[in-house]
């Protein structure tokens, strides 16, 4: 027969867990699920979550003057989405107990009630990143998490996710979406490099360095420079060119076509002198 005490205790486990789980999945926004609001430290305004604050602070219809992200690690104030009770940061609600969040960060003032992103906090990024901390390794050069499977092969880039997606221009370090580390070592969203797929674009848009294997491309134009004869004018034109790919400086025939690297054989190359240039949308149109 159970003792009061014993009958205590596990009315109590059963109210914590209860507590735990109110109003589960019921409450957040797009970005996260959560069961509290933040108050905004900078303009004292109620939002869902900070990327919320950082949408509406910025939109077209603010004045460029008033336009602000929230200084995230300022937070001092948030709003239980159950009871409204506002309060200082913490994890479970002091008015009526409720757990806002089931992973909770007391460094980031970060809730998120969906615990399948395996949240972990990362001290030397000093933010809360997401696949599991045992997946991730912090690489001190380009001051940023990699995947393990990168730890040995990734080319440092200083800082690297430190600026603006070079196609989207949205923040990378800190940003929502998936991140793709490119051979070269330069960052993108994993969505813009498909859609750049998308439009045959093949190369890095901050150095241009191809990020694929071109070689079958490469083949291709072999075939089709030496199916276009060029004009006898242009027979013994010289030009030089850049390999975007390797570096390398050639002097090479001018072609109309596409100017090939002759240390690496690639074709994704431009022409720094000596006469017209050829026409770089062919390797697009070799892979249509």
Known sequence: MESCFETQMTSLGSEEVSLMEMGFGHFGC?????RCKIRAPCCDEIFDCRHCHNESKNSLEV??????????????????????TEQDVQQKCIHCGVCMGKYYCSK??????????????????GICRTGGEENFFHCNKCGCCYSRLLKDS??????AMHHNCPVCFEYLFDTTKDITVLPCGHTIHLECVKEMAQHFQYSCPVCSKSYCDMSCVWQKLDQEVASTPMPQVYKNKMVWILCNDCGETSEVNFHIVAH?????????????????????????EMVR
């Open 30 to 34: 797009s970005h996260y699920r959560r």
């Open 63 to 84: 004045d460029p003057l008033n336009r602000h992200d929230i200084p995230r690690h300022d937070l001092k104030r948030v709003i239980c989405s159950l009871c409204n």
């Open 108 to 125: 980031c003032k970060f809730f998120d009630d969906d615990v399948s992103k395996n949240q972990y906090h990362c001290d030397k990024c």
């Open 260 to 284: 090939k690297c002759l240390k690496c054989n690639s074709y994704n190359t431009r022409q720094t002198r000596g006469g017209p240039a050829s026409c770089s949308s062919r390797i697009g």
């Open 154 to 159: 990734h080319i440092c880039v200083e800082r």
